[in-house]
């Protein structure tokens, strides 16, 4: 397992939390998301080679920036 970290921007409550950490949960490869809503900071499992790309992706689907 390696840890990942991504900063994201336009989180503001709990319901964003749980949005990211949903969005990231569904990708094949990714587990264990935790989210950090004061610094924007999310830091992920990875259980195989997971694209960054892909991980953004799944993240400004659902509404957020990428910073």
């Known amino acids: 397992m390696t840890m990942e970290r991504i ?3 336009g989180m503001r409550c709990q319901h964003c939390v749980k ?8 990708l094949d490869g990714v587990g264990k ?3 950090d ?7 992920y ?3 195989k080679p997971v694209d960054k790309a892909t991980v953004s992706k799944a993240i400004t689907d659902v ?3 990428v910073a």
């Open 7 to 9: 900063t994201v921007k």
């Open 19 to 26: 949005s990211v950490t949903q969005a990231l949960e569904a």
């Open 33 to 35: 998301v935790k989210v």
């Open 37 to 43: 809503l004061a610094s924007g900071v999310v830091t």
């Open 45 to 47: 499992e990875t259980g």
């Open 63 to 65: 509404g957020f920036e």
